[in-house]
Structure formats: C-alpha cells, structure tokens
C-alpha cells in the first residue's frame, strides 16, 4: 500500500514538473513575440517619420507629382492610425504604403537632378537601412510566432494551452507583389537568343551563289555538275584504282 501510494506521488510530482515546465515555457515564448514585435514597431515609427522629409524633397523637384504625394501621405496616415490593430492588419497597411513608396521611387528616375541631390540620396539610404531592419525583425518575429503556434497545436501542450487560454499568435506578412511575382522568360527559337530571329537555314538542292561547287571524297556527283577528272589529275606514276589501292582524294 505504502509503495502505491509513494508511486502516486511521484506521478503527480512529475506531473505537476511538467505542467509548470510547460506553462513557464508558453510565457516566455509569449513575452519573446512581444519583445520582437516592438523592435518592428520601433523601425516603422521611424520610417514614418523619414516619408514627409522624403516626400518634401521629391516634392521640390517634381510637383506635378501630385497625385503619387497624396497618396503617399493618406497611406502613411492609415498606418499611423492603425498602430493598435492586430499584426495582420498592420501588414496590410504597410503593404499598401510600401506599393505607394515604390511608385514615388519609379517617378523620381524621370528627375536627375534630384537623384544627384544629397538630401535626397541621404533621406533614401537611411530608409532603406530602415525597412532592412524591418523586414529582418519581421523574419525574427515570424519564427517565434510559428514555434509558439507550433506548441499551441502539439500534444501534450496544447493541453496546457487550453486550460491557460493561451491563443494563437498573428504574423506579420507584408504582401508585396513585386518580390513574389516570378519573372517571365521567353526561350526563343532553338539556337537563337530570345527575340532575335533565328539564323536561315540552308535548303538542300536550292540554287547557290553561282559557283560550281566540287564534289567531297565519297560523294556522288551533283546533278547537272561537270563530270571529268578533278582539277590538276592524278600525280605522274601513282597506282590506278584497279591495283587494290584507294582512289586519289587530291592529297598530296
């Protein structure tokens, strides 16, 4: 009896290890999404605050941009104000603003005189420093949210999930076409590069330039050729055919 009772005991010890083990676990995973999610949170207040300085300097160069400009201002104000929404409208607002940033980008190769302006040239380096960072948090981010979702689904803890409430963690993916779209390749003709025009192919038979063309050694005459001995003959005293030695090929 005694030794049922101690091995009861020692389940519900392990048990209990195992429950806290698991529990403390799903928390720090918790606390690490957060933690990586204000890294990102942080790198887009300050691609926020890089767009109007941005913008304002394409805007003296090119002010019949005007439309690109607004657009750009009212994405950037939709993500601002969606800051306390969940990681997948996020994304969402930030795709949007990228698709309006990269627009203003493509406008700006019409002007090169702004593209030489240091302002500008310095303003761009520092926003593409900026959404690098963005898109490596968001790789940091996204991991930690799939092994978290990953122990939310698994058995045994997501027996520990449910009794705790802990939920599903939302990713942040920005849908950014231009980098999913696959490039379009056109093979060509066999033998050509693509678009150009393969080379002519020479027709069997046809008329030639006008010139006489000999027969190779082995072949059978063309019709319509010249038929006499090739030019020059055969070397005084080399053997005739009927010796067993190979005809003349015209080597010397």
Known sequence: MTFVIIAIVVIVVILAIALITSYNRFVKQRNLIQE?????????????????????????????????????????????????????????????????????????????????????????????????????????????????????????????????????AGYFEVKDESVRAVPQVSFGTIGSVAGEQAPPQMQQGGPSSGQIQPPLPGEQPQYGAPQGPPVGGPPAGSPSPQDGQPPFTGGH
């Open 36 to 168: 990586s999610w204000r890294q990102i949170d942080v790198e887009l207040h300050r691609r926020y605050d890089l767009i109007p300085n941005l913008v304002e300097t394409v805007r003296a160069y090119a002010a019949h941009e005007r439309h690109v400009f607004e657009e750009v201002a009212r994405l950037r104000t939709q993500a601002v104000n969606v800051q306390g929404a969940t990681p997948e409208q996020r994304a969402a607002a930030e795709g949007e603003l990228s698709g309006a940033l990269r627009q203003m980008m493509v406008s700006v190769e019409a002007y090169p005189q702004l593209q030489s302006n240091q302002n500008f040239l310095g303003l761009q380096r520092e926003l593409t420093d900026t959404e690098d960072r963005i898109a490596a948090g968001r790789r940091f981010y996204n991991a930690n949210v799939g092994d978290y979702n990953t122990r939310i689904e698994a058995f045994p803890s997501n027996i520990v999930a449910g009794s705790f409430k802990f939920e599903k």
